[in-house]
T-cell receptor
């Protein structure tokens, strides 16, 4: 089975702290994604990466950065956490199935609270 | 940004009833996917539809992709308490590496 592992299920941080959210996938997928999920807003794409050291902005990149030094690992960084970044963060990876569409596999999520 | 409107947002019905969830957009998607998410977990893929007019069945769940590839529906027959969860539709603008555009989800509760 495909496994996408997020390092923490729950995190509590203080305003202004630098926060690292880690994600590892074991299926040799080229593509990896970070989303945040908020009530009433659904899942929104923050950043994605289609190769090592490559990154692309999603719909809401402000306040975030990412790092992809190895194919299996994609990190989301909050340089200076703020209360409006309290959310559920979901990591996903994908393969190309027959070049027609991609299948995304999600981790269990990290629920971050910024106080 | 392409938008997906999902309805209803909340639905609570009795076991054994039928229901339909809708996912609509003004944009064309190369594929549309349905996910189910349980509390405290990430979304899990149920099905992907690619061809306009395509119908896929997964036991009591029937998924349809509109002819113009702008909308989709999920129909559940004889709902059971185990169907309870958050159902998400997600569209892929172009095949490959781009992220998905998600609807806001339908919270479904099936009461015994």
């Amino acid at each position: 089975d495909v496994k996408v592992t997020q390092s923490s299920r729950y995190l509590v941080k203080r305003t202004g702290e630098k926060v690292f959210l880690e994600c590892v996938q074991d299926m040799d997928h080229e593509n990896m994604f970070w989303y945040r999920q908020d009530p009433g807003l659904g899942l929104r794409l923050i950043y994605f990466s289609y190769d090592v050291k490559m990154k692309e902005k999603g719909d809401i990149p402000e306040g975030y950065s990412v790092s992809r030094e190895k194919k299996e690992r994609f990190s989301l960084i909050l340089e200076s956490a703020s209360t409006n970044q309290t959310s559920m963060y979901l990591c996903a990876s994908s393969s190309i199935a027959g070049a027609l569409f991609s299948i995304q596999y999600f981790g269990a999520g990290t629920r971050l609270s910024v106080l | 940004t392409q938008l997906l409107e999902q309805s209803p947002q909340f639905l609570s019905i009795q076991e054994g009833e039928n229901l339909t969830v809708y996912c609509n957009s003004s944009s064309v998607f190369s594929s549309l996917q349905w996910y189910r998410q349980e509390p405290g977990e990430g979304p899990v893929l149920l099905v992907t539809v690619v061809t306009g007019g395509e119908v896929k069945k997964l036991k009591r769940l029937t998924f349809q992709f509109g002819d113009a590839r702008k909308d989709s529906s999920l129909h559940i027959t004889a709902a059971q308490p185990g169907d309870t969860g958050l159902y998400l539709c997600a569209g892929e603008p172009g095949g490959g590496a781009d992220g998905l555009t998600f609807g806001k989800g339908t919270h479904l509760i099936i009461q015994p």
